[in-house]
């Protein structure tokens, strides 16, 4: 294997894409979001590898048009009112006053469709951002990675973790065996009658995996004392607390600047403290660690770069969330557009993952053309 060719850090890929999901959440901009969906799908198409989870983004993929869809339902059905133009009405319900600002039925216009597929466009991005970050780097690489302090619930992130992966493999197996049958593997029916095996035998993978790594060991507790391991809990809880009011003043542009940077700064410090003293009980070695290079920075870098051009460009007065009524066309905000791109780095320099072997043939058994 080559110097150039080897797996990234799966840290770097979750924070680009963790960084391009926060991104997304700051916006409802039309093009914003088709162009974080873009970059996305580049990065994935440009280095992803032949392994069985690297086929989830076609399911997130998938997943994100059915929200969208989901999402304009639920706005003519239970939505609230937009004034504007008048597609079509549906046949309206009243409702106890109670119930006042939702709606049953009633005028459709096409103002309250645009603002319910932007919103649905945001989570559909949100979820391709994870989705790229399932596709990118080996569920196992990366609970490799976790932190000491986090062995106490590996078991319980074995199963998250390997969940998505496992259905893929799942569905891939389900629908080979329903083509052998002679049963249809495509459409509604194949998908109803296919869901069952499909979510059983994942769960089924995920929990023997868990089981065989608690058998051997995982995540046993080190000699810590009582008092300092309920000292590491709190301080563990209070950064966790004050990194989501943090995170959610950073998102949230209304919010005032002491909610802001302070408690999430603060919060990882604490976070990173706790980390640190719960890591010293866990002893544990390491065959083959991932190691963290100028690539892991650019990757991750360049995710942070498209945040930090967003977080710019809204405190510069740019609209990233274009108003239900009356409808415009969306105008490219060119700092943020210029922060997402640079997010594509990683499609050329981050390494490339290693190439699968091909098997070699006994020229005895070859056939003459």
């Known amino acids: 294997m080559s110097a150039s060719r080897r797996m990234l850090h799966p840290g770097a890929w979750w924070i680009w894409a963790i960084a391009l999901a926060a991104t997304a959440l700051r916006t409802t901009d039309a093009l914003l979001l088709g162009l974080i969906a873009v970059v996305v799908a580049y990065v994935v198409s440009a280095r992803r590898t032949d392994a069985p989870w690297a086929r989830s983004f076609g399911s997130f993929l998938r997943l994100g048009v059915i929200v969208i869809v989901i999402r304009v339902v639920f706005q003519m059905l239970f939505g609230v009112r937009i004034e504007g133009t008048t597609?079509?009405?549906?046949?309206?319900?009243?409702?106890?006053?109670?119930?006042?600002?939702?709606?049953?039925?009633?005028?459709?216009?096409?103002?309250?469709?645009?603002?319910?597929?932007?919103?649905?466009?945001?989570?559909?991005?949100?979820?391709?951002?994870?989705?790229?970050?399932?596709?990118?780097?080996?569920?196992?690489?990366?609970?490799?990675?976790?932190?000491?302090?986090?062995?106490?619930?590996?078991?319980?992130?074995?199963?998250?973790?390997?969940?998505?992966?496992?259905?893929?493999?799942?569905?891939?197996?389900?629908?080979?065996?329903?083509?052998?049958?002679?049963?249809?593997?495509?459409?509604?029916?194949?998908?109803?009658?296919?869901?069952?095996?499909?979510?059983?035998?994942?769960?089924?993978?995920?929990?023997?995996?868990?089981?065989?790594?608690?058998?051997?060991?995982?995540?046993?507790?080190?000699?810590?004392?009582?008092?300092?391991?309920?000292?590491?809990?709190?301080?563990?809880?209070?950064?966790?607390?004050?990194?989501?009011?943090?995170?959610?003043?950073?998102?949230?542009?209304?919010?005032?600047?002491?909610?802001?940077?302070?408690?999430f700064i603060a919060g990882a410090v604490a976070l990173t403290a706790s980390l640190m003293l719960s890591g010293r009980g866990v002893e544990r070695t390491r065959y083959r660690p991932d190691p963290w290079r100028s690539p892991e920075w650019i990757v991750s870098l360049s995710g942070v770069a498209a945040l930090v051009a967003i977080v710019i460009a809204g405190r510069t007065g740019a609209v990233l969330e274009p108003p239900a009524s009356p409808l415009a066309v969306p105008q490219l905000v060119p700092v943020a557009a210029a922060g997402i791109l640079v997010a594509l780095l990683p499609a050329w320099l981050a390494p490339r993952p290693p190439a699968p072997l091909e098997p070699t043939l006994d020229p005895r058994f070859e056939v003459a053309a």
């Open 87 to 263: 597609l079509f009405t549906i046949p309206s319900v009243t409702l106890p006053s109670w119930a006042a600002g939702v709606s049953l039925g009633g005028p459709v216009t096409a103002e309250a469709l645009v603002d319910a597929a932007r919103q649905g466009l945001r989570l559909a991005v949100v979820l391709l951002c994870f989705g790229a970050a399932s596709s990118l780097c080996s569920p196992y690489r990366m609970l490799r990675a976790l932190p000491s302090a986090l062995y106490e619930a590996g078991v319980a992130i074995t199963v998250a973790l390997t969940f998505a992966p496992q259905a893929i493999i799942a569905s891939r197996q389900v629908r080979d065996a329903r083509r052998l049958r002679g049963r249809a593997d495509r459409g509604v029916r194949a998908w109803a009658g296919s869901a069952m095996p499909v979510l059983e035998g994942a769960l089924d993978r995920s929990v023997a995996l868990a089981a065989s790594m608690d058998a051997r060991g995982y995540g046993r507790r080190g000699a810590i004392p009582v008092a300092r391991r309920r000292g590491i809990s709190a301080l563990m809880l209070l950064g966790l607390c004050l990194v989501a009011v943090g995170a959610y003043g950073l998102l949230d542009a209304t919010a005032p600047a002491v909610l802001r940077l302070p408690p």
